[in-house]
């Protein structure tokens, strides 16, 4: 069983910078893809940026060039580093993990940029 544990989110002002935190917990990691979904008010889910364990990393267009992934090996954990928030990067950020073919899922961590 794998446990996602978000944190990091709270409330920017535009243009500001957050760093979200994702630790994984369990046993047995054989992960092939772990990144970063959001979801805002009356929106579907989206991806944010995702790795896979062949070293890729994907973003979407609307985050490219302001958002980076990173990760820490020894500590099972991924980060997300967004810099220039804007309002529309407004939403719940969602850790995903697919590990040994299953999906999971954290509980989210909202972010919030003020105009």
């Known amino acids: 069983q794998v446990r996602l544990a978000e944190s990091g989110g709270g409330l920017v002002e535009t243009g500001g910078s957050l760093r979200l935190s994702c630790a994984a917990s369990g046993s047995g990691f054989s992960f092939e893809t772990m990144g970063w979904y959001r979801q805002a008010p009356g929106k579907q889910r989206e991806l944010v940026a995702t790795?896979?364990?062949?070293?890729?990393?994907n973003y979407a267009d609307s985050v490219q060039g302001r958002f980076f992934l990173s990760g820490d090996n020894a500590k099972n954990t991924v980060y997300l580093q967004m810099n220039s928030l804007n309002a529309e990067d407004t939403a719940s950020y969602y850790c995903?993990?697919?590990?040994?073919?299953?999906?999971?899922w954290g509980q989210g961590t909202q972010v919030t940029v003020s105009s």
């Open positions: 790795w896979t364990t062949d070293g890729r990393s």
């Open positions: 995903r993990m697919v590990n040994a073919g299953v999906l999971y």
